[in-house]
C-alpha cells in the first residue's frame, strides 16, 4: 500500500490541492495527516473538511500543536503572532469540525508504523526532533519500525544501525528510498502548508509498503494565493514573508 503523508498544512488549501492532486496521479492509496492542519493560514476550514473526508475513507489523521492551541488555547512558548491567529482560527470553524479536532489521537500506530505529530517520546509535550540526538530518543521511545513525524518543516531522514548509532541526512526529491529491514527509521515529510528550507514548493512523501520504500516530493503551488489570502484576512504578515521565501524571516 502506498500511504501519501502529509503533515503541517496549516489551513494553506492551495498546497494542499496541489498535494493531493500530485499524490493521486503517482498512485496514492491512501493518505495520512500528522497533524497542524490549521493554523498560520486563512483557509482553516475548507482544510479541515478536506482532511475529514479523507479520514471518513479511511486516512489516518493526528492532533498537532496549532490544532490544540485552537481547541484549548496557545501554550505560553506560542509566540504572538500564532496565538493571534489560533484565537481567529476558533471563529472560523464550525462545531463539527471542532469536534473532529477534538477527536484526534496524538499517535497513530499501523501494524509496525508510528504515526505522530512532534516525537514519540513525549507526543503532548510537542518537543522537536532537530538531530541526531532527539532523533534517537523518539526511535527509542517506540517498538515500531517506521515513525513518520512531523511539527519541524524541513524535511529529513533518520535511521538508527547497530549500537544505536542514529545517522541523519537530507533526502534528495523524487528518489526512491531502499528502508532496510536492519535498521529503524524516523522520517519527517516537511511541511506542506509553510516549508521553512528556502523552497516553497509545499513537502509530502509518498510511503510504499510492500517495497519498503519512501519518497519524498517538493510540488509547485501557487503561494502568492495563498499569501494574498493571508492578507485579506488580516493575520500577520511575517506569514505571507514565509510563504513568498520559504524561510523563517
Not at 103 to 117: C, I, N
Amino acid at each position: 500500500m502506498r500511504t501519501a503523508i502529509l503533515t503541517d498544512i496549516h489551513a494553506n488549501r492551495e498546497a494542499l490541492e496541489a498535494c493531493l492532486a500530485y499524490a493521486a496521479r503517482a498512485g496514492a492509496d491512501r493518505y495520512a495527516f500528522l497533524g497542524d492542519l490549521v493554523g498560520y493560514g486563512a483557509d482553516p476550514g475548507w482544510v479541515l473538511s478536506a482532511v475529514m473526508r479523507h479520514v471518513a475513507r479511511g486516512a489516518i489523521a493526528v492532533l498537532g500543536n496549532h490544532d490544540a492551541a485552537v481547541l484549548h488555547g496557545p501554550t505560553k512558548t506560542m509566540n504572538p503572532a500564532a496565538q493571534r491567529v489560533a484565537a481567529w482560527t476558533r471563529g472560523q470553524l464550525t462545531q463539527t469540525q471542532l469536534d473532529f479536532l477534538a477527536a484526534l489521537p496524538l499517535t497513530r500506530e499501523d501494524g509496525d508504523t508510528l504515526y505522530v505529530h512532534a516525537n514519540a517520546w513525549a507526543p503532548a509535550a510537542w518537543g522537536y526532533v532537530e538531530g541526531t540526538m532527539e532523533a534517537k530518543r523518539s526511535l527509542l521511545a517506540t517498538r515500531c519500525r517506521y515513525t513518520f513525524c512531523g511539527h519541524v518543516h524541513e524535511p529529513a531522514l533518520y535511521h538508527l544501525a547497530e549500537g544505536e548509532r542514529v545517522v541523519h541526512f537530507e533526502p534528495a526529491p523524487g528518489v526512491a528510498i531502499p528502508l532496510g529491514a536492519r535498521r529503524r527509521w524516523l522520517a519527517i515529510p516537511g511541511s506542506a502548508g509553510q516549508p521553512r528550507d528556502g523552497v516553497p514548493a509545499a513537502c509530502y512523501a509518498m510511503f510504499d509498503d510492500a517495497q519498503h520504500t519512501l519518497t519524498y516530493y517538493r510540488v509547485p503551488y501557487d503561494f502568492e494565493a495563498a499569501a494574498a489570502k493571508i492578507r485579506a484576512a488580516g493575520l500577520p504578515e511575517t506569514f505571507v514573508v514565509l510563504l513568498d521565501n520559504g524561510r523563517r524571516p
